[in-house]
Each structure stands twice: as C-alpha cells, then as structure tokens.
C-alpha cells in the first residue's frame, strides 16, 4: 500500500506536488536490502545508491534508484514524484551514484516537463513490474499526451558525471 504525502508549506494556492511514501515493508526492509546489495556490488536491475547532501542538514542522505541511460545520457527519475531525494538534489545540483566500491559524482539538471515524454516511457518500458503502480495506470504503451500530463508528478534530472580528481 502508498499513500500520498503533502508538503506542509503547500497552500490552497500552489499546485500540490505528488509524492508517493514508501510503506513500512517498503521502507524497513526493501529499499535496505536492495541499498545493501548494490553497496555489496551486487546491483539489482542496474540500481544503484543515489547519495545526496541534505538540503538543511548536509550529512549524507542515500536511497536506491534505477538509472537510466539513453543514447549515452543519464537520467534519475522519480517514481514517487516529489520526495526528499529530489528536493535535496534541487538543492545541492550534486550527488553521488554508487555501486560496490564505485562511486562515481555527477551533477544534475531537471527536465522541463515537455522533454519528458520519451524518458518516461522507456523509464517504465524498463522498470514498470517494479515502479508501475506510481504511474496511475500509465504505461510504456500511453499517449504522448497521457505522459505529458503525467510529467509534473515525476521529476526527472539529466545528470553528467564528475571525472574523478576535480
């Protein structure tokens, strides 16, 4: 079971950004054997730990994500909209993707929501067993116009790696 979480400073006048929590088994034991497998190098479906600086805090924040990777490109989309990841990624522009031993530093860009439409769908034509039900009923096979107004819920971040050293 999901269930939706508001931004306590929403306001009946600002669009109400979607965020999906994670449930208790979700949150207590998937995502920590899946993180503790990727750290082992033993990534499930190409996951990976995304590291983030806290937005306030400034510790390190990590959560398992499924990269995707395009003609070369990488992207992080977020399924559940718009969680602690992404806020704390706004914030920073920087993050860390990791794997075993690897770690490799990357910066972000956000999306425009009208460049999201062919990254959704190859995100879920890819990983829908998984992360299909944050979609509401949207799949790989929906419209142009289907994703398109699905795309403000899903934020969805270009990211660039670091070369090690600088």
């Known amino acids: 079971m999901t269930r939706s979480v508001l931004s306590p400073k929403t306001t009946a006048h600002s669009p109400v950004p979607r965020y999906v929590a994670p449930d208790l088994l979700t949150r207590r034991l998937l995502n920590p054997l899946v993180a503790a497998a990727t750290r082992l190098g033993l990534p499930l479906a190409g996951s990976r730990v995304l590291a983030v600086r806290g937005r306030s805090s400034g510790q390190w924040r990590t959560t398992p994500v499924n990269p995707l990777a395009i003609d070369g490109v990488q992207y992080l989309v977020a399924p559940r909209g718009h969680t602690q990841w992404v806020r704390n990624l706004r914030a920073a522009g920087t993050g860390e993707l990791r794997s075993g031993r690897r770690s ?8 425009t929501d009208a460049d999201k439409p062919p990254l959704l769908r190859e995100y879920l034509r890819r990983w829908a067993w998984e992360v299909g039900v944050f979609f509401d009923g949207i799949d790989a ?19 660039t790696t670091v070369p090690a050293g600088r």
């Open 104 to 111: 490799q530093a990357f910066t972000a860009v956000e999306v």
């Open 141 to 159: 096979g929906a419209s142009d116009a289907d994703l398109l107004a699905a795309a403000p819920k899903h934020p969805v971040f270009r990211i």
